[in-house]
C-alpha cells in the first residue's frame, strides 16, 4: 500500500493561487491512479479532480474545472494540485487519495490538509 502525505496548504486570499502536493512513498506508486478530494465541515467529502496512472486522462469536478490543475510527476512520485482563481468555497480539508489498478475504490488516503480561503 501506498502511503501519502500532503503538504502546501495554507490561508490564502480570494482570488489567490495556491499548489498542493501529495508524496507518495512505495514502489508501486505507477500501480495507482490518483485523486484529490476536499471536505467541509458539515459537508460530505467531495471528488475534486483525479488523474489516470500514466496522466493521460483527467477529471474535474464542475466547481473546479478551469481553475485547479491536477499533475503527477513519476520520478518525484508526486501528485500536485495547481489551484487558482481561489474562492471561498474552496475552503477545505484536502485528501490525497490512490486507487490501485483493478480496485474500485480510493484505498489509500493522506492526512488531510487545510485550505482556508478568506474574503
Known amino acids: 500500500q501506498v502511503q501519502l502525505v500532503e503538504s502546501g496548504g495554507g490561508l490564502v486570499q480570494a482570488g489567490d493561487s495556491l499548489r498542493l502536493s501529495c508524496a507518495a512513498s512505495g514502489r508501486t506508486f505507477s500501480s495507482y491512479a490518483m485523486g484529490w478530494f476536499r471536505q467541509s465541515p458539515g459537508k460530505e467529502r467531495e471528488l475534486v479532480a483525479t488523474i489516470s496512472r500514466n496522466a493521460f486522462s483527467t477529471y474535474y469536478a464542475a466547481s473546479v474545472k478551469r481553475r485547479f490543475t491536477i499533475s503527477r510527476e513519476k520520478g518525484k512520485q508526486t501528485v500536485f494540485l495547481q489551484m487558482k482563481s481561489l474562492k471561498q468555497e474552496d475552503t477545505a480539508v484536502y485528501y490525497c487519495?490512490?486507487?490501485?489498478?483493478?480496485?474500485?475504490?480510493?484505498?489509500?488516503w493522506g492526512q488531510g490538509t487545510q485550505v482556508t480561503v478568506s474574503s
Open positions: 487519495a490512490g486507487r490501485r489498478i483493478g480496485a474500485a475504490d480510493f484505498g489509500a
